[in-house]
């Protein structure tokens, strides 16, 4: 497991440190699915019909047919309603590539999508993903989820600590609030990773 992990690290750190030497390109600070999915204003599962390029602007404006929402916060915005979502054409402005035929999961501030926001094709989810963007996320967003760059990183108040780099977090880890570990105006003090069949699975794997 843990050479598994070493050579997941190996890999991701060598490609931020790619984009941090580029003065062009695109980067986002980590964060989980979870918290992707927790602080977005839109959720939905849509499959792009088409695009087409906004002359004015370069941007790129994808045609959806939405199949599911699974979170909208407040009023539909416009291009939802009439189905379209934009993104730049540059991928130095953190544009999105989206294939005509194919269905994602988006999940995002604003219909001006980036590689920030959460963006990915249905069928590449695992199945601890698509629970948790059903639901089983949305129980866990009262914890916080940071970011941990070491092996020892000390326990924080209501926070899950996250080696970003390991595909058993990232791909397989819930956060949840540990029963009876709550303030009086209902915060978790204590959060954990659930322990799921896939996320211990992984966990195990040499």
Request: proline share 6%; hydrophobic share 30%; net charge positive.
């Amino acid at each position: 497991m843990m050479e598994k992990i070493f050579i997941f690290c190996f890999i991701a750190f060598f490609g931020l440190a790619v984009l941090s030497t580029s003065t062009d390109a695109c980067s986002c600070a980590p964060e989980h699915t979870q918290t992707k999915i927790c602080n977005s204003e839109f959720t939905v599962i849509a499959r792009v019909l088409g695009r087409y390029v906004r002359p004015v602007n370069m941007q790129i404006v994808y045609k959806l047919q939405i199949w599911k929402v699974y979170k909208m916060k407040g009023k539909e915005p416009h291009e939802l309603k009439i189905r379209r979502i934009v993104t730049s054409s540059q991928g130095s402005m953190c544009g999105v590539d989206l294939k005509p035929g194919r269905t994602y999961v988006i999940a995002a501030r604003s219909t001006h999508i980036t590689i920030c926001d959460f963006v990915k094709e249905y069928k590449k989810l695992t199945v601890v993903e698509r629970r948790g963007i059903a639901s089983t996320y949305s129980k866990g967003c009262d914890c916080d989820i940071k970011p941990c760059f070491t092996n020892n990183c000390p326990p924080m108040e209501g926070t899950c600590n996250w080696s970003f780099m390991s595909p058993c977090e990232t791909d397989y880890g819930v956060c949840t609030p540990s029963r009876g570990t709550y303030t009086p105006d209902g915060k978790p003090t204590k959060c954990h990773w659930k322990r799921s069949s896939p996320y211990m699975s992984c966990i195990m794997m040499p």
